[in-house]
Nanobody, 127 residues
């Protein structure tokens, strides 16, 4: 089992920044980590993901140039630096881990590809 714990959410004004963290513990064999978000009344959507090896990192188009995903393997932690936040990005942000290998954007962005999920951290962007 793998436990994922997110932190770093909060209230920020539009145009501001937040950094989310996700730390994995337990019998982790994960090969990739991702960030997803879910706004009220909407489906969970992909934000960004990366492989632990560092060979692949993907972003959804709407966050490219504003969000940066980084990892600290020694601490089993990934970070999501979010800049220039927009009010429509208010959501609960979830960290996820994947055990199996696959490749390509579709794999990294697919909700169903991930095996473990954190409890989520709320991000509220005020306009």
């Amino acid at each position: 089992q793998v436990q994922l714990v997110e932190s770093g959410g909060g209230l920020v004004q539009a145009g501001g920044s937040l950094r989310l963290s996700c730390t994995a513990s337990g019998r982790s064999r994960s090969v990739a980590m991702g960030w997803f978000r879910q706004a009220p009344g909407k489906e969970r959507e992909f934000v960004a993901a990366t492989s632990w090896s560092g060979g692949s990192t993907y972003y959804t188009d709407s966050v490219k140039g504003r969000f940066t995903l980084s990892r600290e393997s020694g601490k089993n932690t990934v970070y999501l630096q979010m800049n220039e936040l927009k009010s429509e990005e208010t959501a609960i942000y979830y960290c996820a881990a994947r055990d199996h290998n696959c490749s390509g954007y579709g794999c990294y962005a697919g909700v169903l590809e991930y095996d473990y999920w954190g409890q989520g951290t709320r991000v509220t962007v005020s306009s």
